[in-house]
């Protein structure tokens, strides 16, 4: 069975310092695994993917993720956040029947000036 | 061009009303998906149709009757809205299990 979790459903950061959005997954196959970001009042938006190829992940607008097998986790992370990050994030993992993808319940990251 | 595209926008009706929501893909995705998003941004799957065949079907009660004419459209049609379909329904497509787009989103108010 797949499942996520994200561990925050709300994290709170300051203009230019450090973003981390943490996300576990639990999977029976190999996972391909999504980050997407929704503004307030807009779609979903790709980040970025992993797909088996390179575990560090790099994404738009200066977000990376890492997929660490071991810890079956895939966080997010962008070294300097930007007011323009506020939204709400989630996480997703596809495995198995590739039609089927499941969501995080998201975080809302707020950015303090 | 938009890729994936949704209407209406917005939604008021009555309870007890029909409604439809139209959904158009231009990226030639063989799966089309739809989504509900409540008041607390929890998404959840609704259908999946892959090559116009029904392969996904959640615990959705059966006023929601999707249509797919083909590929590219995806439609939702709910008989008897009541006060709790209030939400926002993403439409969404894919290439088998790669990245799935997202149409803008109906917001649906059941007054």
């Known amino acids: 069975a797949q499942s996520v979790t994200q561990l925050d459903s709300h994290v709170s950061v300051s203009e230019g310092t450090p973003v981390l959005l943490r996300c576990n997954y639990s999977s029976s196959y190999s996972p391909s695994l999504f980050w997407y970001v929704q503004h307030p009042n807009k779609g979903l938006q790709l980040l970025l993917k992993?797909?088996?190829?390179?575990?560090l992940v790099k994404g738009i607008n200066g977000f990376e993720a890492e997929f660490k097998k071991s810890e079956t986790s895939f966080h997010l992370t962008k070294p300097s956040a930007h007011m323009s990050d506020a939204a709400e994030y989630f996480c997703?993992?596809?495995?198995?029947?590739?039609?089927?993808?499941?969501f995080g319940s998201g975080t809302k990251l707020n950015v303090k000036p | 061009d938009t890729a994936v595209s949704q209407t209406p926008k917005y939604l008021v009706t009555q309870m007890g009303n029909d409604k439809s929501i139209k959904c158009e893909q231009n990226?030639?995705?063989?799966?089309m998906y739809w989504y509900k998003q409540d008041s607390k941004k929890f998404l959840k799957i609704m259908f999946s149709y892959n090559n116009k065949e029904l392969i996904i079907n959640e615990t959705v009660p059966n006023r929601f009757s999707p249509k797919s004419p083909d590929k590219a459209h995806l439609n939702l049609h709910i008989n008897s809205l009541e006060l709790g379909d209030s939400a926002v329904y993403f439409c969404?497509?894919?290439?088998?299990?790669?990245?799935?787009?997202f149409g803008p989103g109906t917001r649906l108010t059941v007054l």
């Open positions: 997703v993992v596809s495995a198995g029947n590739f039609n089927k993808f499941y």
């Open positions: 969404a497509s894919s290439s088998r299990g790669d990245t799935q787009y």
């Open positions: 992993y797909t088996s190829a390179a575990t």
């Open positions: 990226l030639g995705h063989d799966t």
